[in-house]
């Protein structure tokens, strides 16, 4: 266990549906993260939270809405996906710091996230 | 192109053997990181290695830095089955405007120890 959990660990969803991932850290942390992971594919980062002001949007596409109510919680909202967008999501965590978010990371054992 | 890359992509060894992974970047850093997926899973990191330094070790691991080079290498000694995974090095790189540094990931090396 590293600390990072995510909910739910496997989800599939039809293009119209609306859902949500939550991860949760217990690590005391300010940084929190969410990348993608395709197949064959480096890990992507999608967006980053340093306490809890969203520092990075890493040019993803508006059906993906991130949401960081806390330092503990990350949350991202899903709404009318595309086949491609089926991947591994990974959130984590790292002690965040004024200078610079390039510490240790704590990953949550993603979702497996399938769009049909 | 990715600012951290291992080669090569996929490695294949007998239990027992040395297996070593190579990381090159691009522009200048603060540290390089080492992490491991296991298949589906999330990554866990298992060492850090600052710019000012040349080498370190942990366990069965040991990390080199050339900054000269701009390359780092990751050795895994007297592997096992276990050690089967994906192998990541990352860097830090700009945040758009912001001055701040975030980590990125290279695409991976496949490990496969075979008992």
């Known amino acids: 266990e590293t600390g990072v959990t995510q909910t739910p660990r496997h989800l599939v969803m039809g293009m119209t549906n609306k859902k949500s991932l939550k991860c949760e850290q217990h690590?005391?942390?300010?940084?929190m993260y969410w990348y993608k992971q395709s197949a064959k594919k480096p890990l992507e980062l999608m967006f980053v939270?340093?306490?809890?002001?969203?520092?990075e949007n890493n040019s993803v596409p508006s059906r993906f809405s991130p949401e960081c109510p806390n330092s503990s919680h990350l949350f991202l909202h899903l709404h009318t996906l595309q086949p491609e967008d089926s991947a591994l999501y990974l959130c984590a965590s790292s002690q965040g710091t004024s200078g610079g978010l390039y510490n240790e990371q704590f990953f949550g054992p993603g979702t497996r996230l399938t769009v049909l | 192109s990715q600012q951290g890359e291992e080669d090569p992509q996929a490695l294949s060894i007998q239990e027992g053997e040395n297996a070593t992974m190579n990381c090159s970047y691009k522009t200048s850093i603060n540290n390089l990181q080492w992490y491991r997926q296991n298949s589906g899973r999330g990554l866990v990191h298992l060492i850090l290695?600052?710019?000012?330094?040349r080498e370190k070790h942990s366990g069965r691991l040991r990390v080199t830095l050339d900054t000269s080079k701009k390359s780092s290498s990751l050795l895994i000694t007297a592997s096992r089955a276990a050690d089967t995974a994906s192998y990541f090095c990352?860097?830090?790189?700009?945040?758009?405007?912001?001055?701040?540094?975030?980590?990125?990931f290279g695409s991976g090396t496949r490990l496969q120890v075979q008992p």
């Open positions: 939270y340093n306490f809890k002001e969203q520092t």
């Open positions: 290695i600052r710019s000012n330094e």
């Open positions: 690590l005391g942390h300010n940084a």
């Open positions: 990352a860097t830090a790189r700009a945040i758009g405007d912001t001055g701040r540094r975030a980590l990125t």
